[in-house]
Structures are given as structure tokens and as C-alpha cells.
């Protein structure tokens, strides 16, 4: 016979951690599926969108006033050419004093310019104005038909 053997007992299994309860989670709100909000008159009522509102477009502005982009001392002296101020010996003096300072201008500016140069002047408006309406024709522009000066 053979004396026993003695097997040493296996390692115990170690005791499982302890197990702390965690606290109570407090309850969510209550949910609550509402559809996405639609202002009123942008659709979302399921039928076609509604057409954009009409635009709106004001009284068009009244044209500016009437302005002479040029020098009314320049023009001055042309005018002093038509009076008999001033005598140029050589050439015509309308071409030589009054084209070059309305050239470039548009037919009514150019008489706009008179007219005004005529009221600085303090010269009568009912003299002077066919006398400044030949000077238009003389330097190549046609005044308008039927012009009148405006009023100030």
C-alpha cells in the first residue's frame, strides 16, 4: 500500500467585489412631438405655396431741376456778344465767343444755360431768348421746339 498523497486544496476563488447600488435616476419629462412650427401664409397646409405678394413700386421721382453744368460767366460773355457789349473785329463772334463754351452740351442743356445766364443777368427773358436760340443754331445745335426758359 502506498501512504496518500495529499493534494494541496486549489486557490479559492476570490470573493466577488461588492456591489454598490447606484442612486435612483430621477424621471425624464414627459415628450411631447409637436411638428415643426409654419408661420402662417408659407405653406405647410399641404397645398400648393402661395404666390409672393406683389411688389409694390412707388410714384416714379419728379426729373431734378434743370441745371446749367457749365459756367454762367463764360456764357455770359456770349451773351454780351449778342447785346452789342462786346465787338470781335475778326470772324463771327457768336462762333468764335458763344460754340466753344456749349459745344458738348445737349441741345436743351445748352438752352437751359441760356436762359439762366439770361435771368443773372437780369435781362429780359422775351428779348433775349431768340437771340440765344439763333446762338444754338449758329454753333450746330437745334433747340427744342416750342422752348421756353423754366421757371425759376
Do not use: W
Not at 83 to 103: S, T
Request: hydrophobic residues 35%.
Amino acid at each position: 500500500i502506498s501512504p496518500p498523497v495529499i493534494v494541496p486544496p486549489p486557490n479559492p476563488p476570490p470573493p466577488p467585489p461588492a456591489v454598490v447600488p447606484s442612486p435612483p435616476t430621477p424621471p425624464l419629462p414627459p415628450s411631447y412631438h409637436y411638428p415643426p412650427y409654419t408661420p402662417p401664409g408659407r405653406g405647410g397646409g399641404g397645398g400648393p405655396p402661395s404666390p409672393p405678394p406683389p411688389v409694390v413700386v412707388g410714384p416714379t421721382p419728379p426729373p431734378p431741376a434743370a441745371a446749367c453744368p457749365i459756367d454762367a460767366l463764360k456764357l455770359g460773355l456770349c451773351l454780351d456778344v449778342l447785346g452789342g457789349l462786346v465787338h470781335v473785329g475778326i470772324g463771327n463772334p457768336v462762333e468764335n465767343m458763344c460754340c466753344p463754351v456749349i459745344g458738348g452740351l445737349l441741345e436743351v442743356e445748352a438752352a437751359i444755360c441760356l436762359c439762366t445766364t439770361i435771368r443773372l443777368r437780369l435781362l429780359n427773358v422775351n428779348v433775349f431768348l431768340p437771340l440765344a436760340l439763333q446762338v444754338l443754331v449758329t454753333c450746330g445745335l437745334n433747340p427744342p421746339p416750342g422752348f421756353v426758359c423754366p421757371p425759376l
